[in-house]
């Protein structure tokens, strides 16, 4: 099992422009959550999916959005890019309740 | 709302020598409590959980409901505990369950 997954590794973007990261859960996972890591800090929580529906969001304005499919797989998707949003992107997964697996990380970065 | 706090963003010991590392959080709740780590270049990962009250990699950590304090310990520090250390709170928020990140602090440990 190679656990979680993320896709790509890093991303090159300019503001104003979209972007969709995706995250494959550990296998028998069924909650994805998502994270952003700005440099120095500690992950700040996005939101999280669970049976293909938001349950749970942080302080992130609309601009973030998500989609979780029947296989349990996530997308985050950004809109209209900022430079502030330039940070790592964490996927992580777990059962209800039981402690989250992290992916690498998409690291994105906005020009 | 819940919030963890960790003080200290680098900390910086002898090999040998003991290491603790400090974590404050607030909640209303009965929070769980976690030290996750990441090694450098290496994807974050639960070191360990309050409820488990094991020891890992010679680490151990008491939750302190009075003190609202989860610091990790160690006696001895070796060298490949390098890392970044981060104290995470997985609380009710809303009806789910969601997690918390400190800021996170760097360990050190000098030869």
């Known amino acids: 099992d190679a656990g979680v997954t993320q896709s790509p590794t890093h991303l090159i973007k300019t503001r104003g422009q979209q972007v969709t990261l995706r995250c494959s859960p550990k296998s028998g996972h069924d909650t994805v959550s998502w994270y952003q890591q700005a440099l120095g800090q500690g992950p700040q929580f996005i939101f999280q999916y669970y049976e293909e529906e938001e349950r749970q969001r942080g302080n992130f304005p609309d601009r973030f959005s998500g989609h979780q499919f029947p296989n349990y797989s996530s997308e985050l998707n950004v809109n209209a890019l900022l430079l502030g949003d330039s940070a790592l992107y964490l996927c992580?997964?777990?059962?209800?309740?039981?402690?989250?697996?992290f992916g690498d990380g998409t690291r994105l970065s906005i020009l | 709302a819940q919030r963890v706090t960790q003080p200290e963003k680098l900390l910086s010991v002898f090999k040998g020598a003991p290491v603790e590392l400090k974590c404050n959080y607030s909640y209303s709740g009965s929070p769980e409590l976690f030290w996750y780590v990441q090694y450098s270049r290496q994807r974050l990962q639960l070191l360990l959980r309050?409820?488990s009250r094991e020891s890992i990699k010679g680490f151990t950590a008491d939750l302190n409901k009075g003190e609202t304090s989860f610091h990790l310990k160690k006696p001895f520090a070796q060298e490949e505990d390098s890392a970044m250390y981060y104290c995470a709170l997985s609380g009710v928020e809303g009806g789910y369950q969601k997690v918390t990140f400190g800021t996170g602090t760097k360990l050190q440990v000098i030869p």
């Open positions: 992580a997964s777990s059962l209800v309740g039981q402690p989250q697996h």
């Open positions: 309050h409820i």
